[in-house]
T-cell receptor, first 111, second 120 residues
């Protein structure tokens, strides 16, 4: 079965700091990879996705992620965070039919 | 992106009652919808896959007689928690897959805002 692990449960940082959230998955076949964000009181929104091609994917709001197949990783990055990036971030992996989520990382950005 | 709504957003009920949660795709037709359950500080756990016009596919460990799913139209799926108990209290989230990309991404899943169920 698919498993997705996110290394950080809670990250606290100041505005303008750089952010990197780790994500590793276990599935060895062809996967589609996603990062979702859930702002306080809102529904899950897609930040970015990787299906194939360039392993460096750029998403909305200045986020990007890099797929490293040899490491089974899909880490999320943002060079300079803002207070409005405070949210819960979920990595997700889709195999043949099912989307599996990591436990999520709470990101708190202090002004 | 496409919009998925859920109703109600919050429900409190007594133990033993049944609760129905609706999930609607507002601007696209979804042949497949998904129901997730999210515990505090934990991941979304897929409960079942709901296919329009056919029986839902339940994940291992999910009681299909407890969590009844109906996907009677291309824009509506319902989850009924039957004879709810306090341990069923949770945050239930649905998502709908957009097979044609009407919402901006082919086969992309769009999530509803969730329903907070509290069983007393």
């Amino acid at each position: 079965a698919q498993s997705v692990s996110q290394h950080n449960h809670h990250v606290i940082l100041s505005e303008a700091a750089s952010l990197e959230l780790g994500c590793n998955y276990s599935y060895g076949g062809t996967v589609n990879l996603f990062w979702y964000v859930q702002y306080p009181g809102q529904h899950l929104q897609l930040l970015l996705k990787y299906f194939s091609g360039d392993p460096l994917v750029k998403g909305i709001k200045g986020f990007e992620a890099e797929f490293i197949k040899s490491k089974f990783s899909f880490n999320l990055r943002k060079p300079s965070v803002q207070w409005s990036d405070t949210a819960e971030y979920f990595c997700a992996v889709k195999d043949d039919y099912k989307l599996s989520f990591g436990a999520g990382t709470t990101v708190t950005v202090r002004a | 992106g496409a919009v998925v709504s859920q109703h109600p957003s919050r429900v409190i009920c007594k133990s033993g009652t049944s609760v129905k949660i609706e999930c609607r795709s507002l601007d696209f037709q979804a042949t497949t919808m998904f129901w997730y359950r999210q515990f505090p500080k934990q991941s979304l756990m897929l409960m079942a896959t709901s296919n329009e016009g056919s029986k839902a596919t339940y994940e291992q460990g999910v009681e299909k007689d407890k969590f009844l799913i109906n996907h009677a139209s291309l824009t509506l799926s319902t989850l009924t928690v039957t004879s709810a108990h306090p341990e069923d209290s949770s945050f239930y989230i649905c998502s709908a897959r957009d097979p044609l990309g009407a919402g901006g991404g082919v086969n992309e899943q769009f999530f509803g805002p969730g329903t907070r169920l509290t069983v007393l």
